[in-house]
């Protein structure tokens, strides 16, 4: 966990909270000692319906050419 001065926090604000965001915790001091705590928030994730996963993916058309050939493809051949 990383420790920034108050002032620093203030001026950084949006940088902390897009790294609480993603998952990393900072603590503010003031004066040496620590105030104040920015964590992430802990948001359940949804269980996989795993049955209805295997049913998409058993109705998707199989890929016609290599994943490597297809990017190359794309990048040779578009402007992105």
């Known amino acids: ?16 909270v897009e790294r609480a965001a993603s998952g990393e915790s900072v603590s503010i001091t003031r004066r040496g000692k620590t105030v104040a705590q920015i964590t992430p928030i802990e948001t359940p994730r ?13 109705a998707m058309e199989p890929q016609s050419e290599a994943g490597a050939d297809f990017v190359r493809r794309m990048r040779d051949e578009d402007r992105y």
């Open 1 to 16: 966990m990383e420790t920034v001065t108050l002032a620093d926090a203030k001026a950084r604000l949006s940088e902390l």
């Open 46 to 58: 949804e269980p996989v319906d795993v049955e209805r996963l295997r049913a998409l993916t058993a």
